[in-house]
């Protein structure tokens, strides 16, 4: 394995432990605001479903451009 290979692999596991973590940090927290009786739920989650879909949304688009860095790398060298 290259160089290049291991460090795209070591990145995306990265990225997809961080994507993890995140997401179920998030989850966690909406399911304990949804039984604490001081937290209104509309405002709450109002307030966290831009930071979260922006979160996806970013982790998802790095992890597929570096899917197509991949793909258009082994094209190169296909062709060479």
């Known amino acids: 394995m290259e160089t290049?290979?291991?460090l795209t692999l070591?990145?995306?596991?990265?990225?997809?432990?961080?994507?993890?973590?995140?997401?179920?940090?998030?989850?966690?927290?909406?399911?304990?605001g949804l039984w604490a009786k001081e937290v209104d739920n509309a405002e709450i989650?109002?307030?966290?479903s831009p930071a979260f879909s922006t979160l996806i949304g970013g982790m998802i688009g790095?992890?597929?451009?570096?899917?197509?860095?991949q793909n258009d790398d082994s094209k190169k060298d296909s062709k060479c």
């Open 10 to 32: 070591w990145v995306t596991l990265m990225v997809s432990t961080t994507l993890c973590i995140s997401v179920l940090a998030m989850v966690v927290s909406f399911m304990l």
């Open 62 to 69: 790095f992890l597929s451009g570096i899917k197509l860095m």
């Open 4 to 6: 290049k290979e291991k």
């Open 45 to 48: 989650f109002k307030m966290i």
